[in-house]
């Protein structure tokens, strides 16, 4: 079976499910991978306190503010290459809702495999409850 490598490029949110901006998470194969916490993702970025964005750069670790690109406090570089995958490789879009309604919201998910490699970078839609996202990726040898 052939392998592939996974490279998350960027996450951006088009419009949030939640008024106060989206607690959002990825999972990769059913493995959290990363969070928007302490912050939050929202297209309504013009917000007193700061502490929404409305994309982060997997490749740097930088998150989209009113303020412009601002570095994350923790940054491993390559932390969102996956190297060696085989097939399925499943990402999915979560918003946390701890404690509340019964569960966090699924907001969509793409399979990726070695039928991507070559095709450059990937952009896919999540779209459900209400929310719209962009994830950007790109899938090598």
Partial sequence: MSSFTLHLLSL??????ELDGDEAYIRYNGVMIWAAEPMRMSHRTKDATGQLFD???FMTGQYHTPQGWVS???FEERAFVFEGQTEPGVV???E?????RGGDD??????????DIGRGHITTSFEQDGASYLLTY????
């Fill in 96 to 100: 946390d809702d701890s404690f509340l």
């Fill in 72 to 74: 994350g406090e923790i």
């Fill in 12 to 17: 951006k949110c088009v419009q949030a499910q």
């Fill in 55 to 57: 994309e982060f750069n």
């Fill in 106 to 115: 699924f907001l969509g998910k793409v399979s990726v495999g070695t039928q």
């Fill in 138 to 141: 790109e899938v090598t040898a």
């Fill in 92 to 94: 999915e879009l979560w």
